[in-house]
Every structure is written in C-alpha cells, then in structure tokens.
C-alpha cells in the first residue's frame, strides 16, 4: 500500500436494504484508509445523505466494537435516488434530479471519491454518478446474493444460516403433527436463499423464481412422501417463486423506490392450496427480515473485511468505476458498468441444482 495517490479525503455509504456485515466493510474501508492518512467522511442514510449533507467524520473510535453488529451505523434507505429525488411540492411529492447537489455537498467537504456499499439499485446509483466524473468504489451487498460479476455478496451466508435454522426447528413441529410446513423465504427475483437454505435443511420441495412450479408437482411428491410413511414434508418458496401460468404475489406496490414492487405472500397461498388438494393440514411461517438481522457469521465477517480493505486499495490505486467481487477465493476488480442493472440468478445448469434433482428434491417442475 505504499503507493497511495493524490486523494486525502473520500467518504463511504451504505444504500438499499440492510444486510449483516455491513459494518465489518465499513470498518475495514475506515481503518485501511485512516492507516494511509486520509480523511474519511461517512454519509448518513444512503444516497439521501449526499443530498441533504448528512455526512459525520470517522475515526477509529466511530468504528470500534462494530465488526460483530448487524445493521449500519450509517443508516439506509432503497427511496433516495439523488437522480430521481422525492421532493414535497404542494403536498405533493414530485420528482427531481439532485445530483448536481449531491456533487456540491462533497465538495464543500473537499470530498474526492466515495465507496458505496450497496445492492443492484445502488451500483446502477453509482454507475451514474462514476459518469458524471465522481470517483466511485462498489462493494455488493445483498442477501440476495443476486449481484453478477461476483460468487458471492456478503450477508448471503448469515440470511441463508438464518433460513437454515428456521427449517430445522419447522421439520421437528412439521412430524410431530404431520404436516406440511412451507417456509417462505427472500431473495426476490433470485433463489439463491431458497436453493442454498433448502439444500442445507433437507427441503423436500424448493420452488424457485427462475423455475415457474406446477402444483400437480408439489402434491405428486407429498403423496409419494406419504406412501413411503413420511407424514409430513417441507417446502422452501422464494417469495419471488410463482406457479405456471401465473404471476409473482405481490404484497405493495412502492412508490418512489427502486423496487417497483413488494413482494409477499408466495408461501401461504402455496400452503392453502396444498392443503386443499392433499388434505394435509399445511401451515406457512414467512422469515422476512429476520434474514436480514442479527450478527453476521465469520464468513460474511471475513468477506465484508476483505471487501473494505479492498475498496480501500481501489482508491489508492486510483482505479475508479469498479466494484471489488469475489472468484475462486480471490478478491478481484470488475467495472461497475459491467454488472450495474443487471442481475445474476440460478441457471438450470447450476451444480447446487443439480445435485438437488440428483437426491430426489422436487423443484416443482
């Protein structure tokens, strides 16, 4: 690290929703630049904080302790787009571009490149800003482990431990009573959650985004389960999964977020539908943002460090536009504008899959 270039102050944000390690990035970019001698600011609240100058500046104090603490000390939000701003107008919100004023903010801090932590939403956000001549660092960030260009974003492995546990404790209730307990799990339009917790909690069916399921499928393997004197089964959903010929169950649709839709509600109509074609009482347990929560594992601890202390190094290097990302153990260097508004989900093709099918998991197809 010896050669740092002409940058002495920079700034870090965390956008989109919330995922374990978050802070572990945050203390690995602070500590790692404060080592070189740089100034760093942490903007508060995502994109919104670079629009309304809500910056604080880190020390090595403000990133004690928090390595272990799930969430963000920064705070943040999936709304505030500086590009597509909500503004109250006449008791109304319209729309406006503030980019221009979120540039004027960091440079009143002298401000010279920023590292944004954060999902898809937030990468296209700084894909954009990276063009408009800002100095920009990616970190992926998402339980949804959706990101392309990367094997892995960190707070995948604590969701999926998370979800794994879950069905570890419904299969104990789930033969106790014989029944069918579906658990629904996020990821929404990828079935990362979904394949990884099902596989490691001996689902008996995982419905997938990716895979449109029929329920003949579904049902045809809890009465084989039943002939074979298994009472009861489980069923891990996606809540992005939906059944051929239909559509995503949709709980919201959000205004003013990246996320057009919310989605919800996948598991319990699975559940009602099982239960009135098979007679066996079936019930649904959603996890939500339970997944999101808690303290992150070592794994995501470990990725979230190696992926601060290698944005920190993008930024003395000066090799700006990219996002650092994970291949064969190795932290690598990919353009932003390789993977901004694009997504990375399960291919028919995918080994994990494959061996599902091999052990006689039913992916409703």
């Not at 985004?209 to 996606?238: C, H, M, N, T, W």
């Not at 051929?244 to 989605?263: A, D, M, N, T, Y």
Request: aromatic letters at 6%; a neutral charge.
């Amino acid at each position: 690290m010896a050669n740092v270039n002409k940058v002495k102050t920079i700034a870090v944000l965390t956008g989109g929703g919330d995922a374990p390690g978050l802070n572990a990035v945050i203390r690995a970019v602070v500590r790692t630049a404060l080592g070189q001698g740089l100034k760093v600011w942490g903007i508060k609240n995502g994109f919104g904080g670079m629009v309304e100058n809500q910056m604080i500046e880190m020390t090595d104090s403000s990133v004690a302790g928090i390595l272990p603490r799930g969430g963000t000390i920064l705070g943040t939000t999936n709304r505030d787009n500086p590009f597509h701003y909500p503004k109250k107008q006449d008791s109304q919100i319209v729309y406006e571009n503030m980019s221009a004023q979120a540039l004027c903010n960091l440079r009143e801090r002298d401000i010279e490149a920023i590292v944004v932590i954060g999902g898809d939403g937030s990468l296209k956000i700084a894909s954009e800003f990276y063009h408009l001549g800002l100095p920009v660092v990616a970190v992926p960030k998402t339980i949804d482990n959706d990101i392309p260009g990367t094997e892995r974003t960190f707070g995948f492995d604590t969701a999926v431990g998370v979800a794994t546990d879950a069905l570890d404790r419904l299969h104990t209730t789930a033969e106790s009573h014989h029944r069918v307990m579906v658990l629904e799990v996020m990821g929404r339009y990828a079935g990362w959650i979904a394949l990884h917790a099902g596989m490691a909690g001996g689902a008996d069916c995982i419905l997938l985004p990716e895979i449109p399921f029929a329920i003949d499928s579904v049902v045809a393997k809890i009465k084989e389960r039943e002939a074979r004197g298994r009472l009861f089964s489980l069923v891990v959903i996606a809540e992005g999964a939906y059944p051929q010929g239909g559509e995503q169950s949709v709980s919201l649709i959000v205004e003013g977020s990246h996320e057009k839709v919310r989605l919800g509600g996948a598991g319990e109509k699975l559940a009602r539908e099982i239960e009135k074609l098979t007679g066996v009482e079936s019930r649904c347990t959603v996890l939500g943002h339970v997944q999101r929560g808690g303290t992150p594992t070592a794994f995501d601890r470990v990725l979230s460090t190696r992926y601060g202390v290698a944005a920190a190094k993008c930024i003395f290097d000066g090799a700006f536009g990219n996002m650092v990302a994970l291949r064969k153990n190795q932290i690598i260097r990919v353009p932003i504008d390789e993977i901004a508004g694009k997504a990375h989900n399960v291919t028919a093709d995918d080994e994990l899959l494959q061996a599902g099918r091999a052990i006689g998991i039913c992916f409703g197809d």
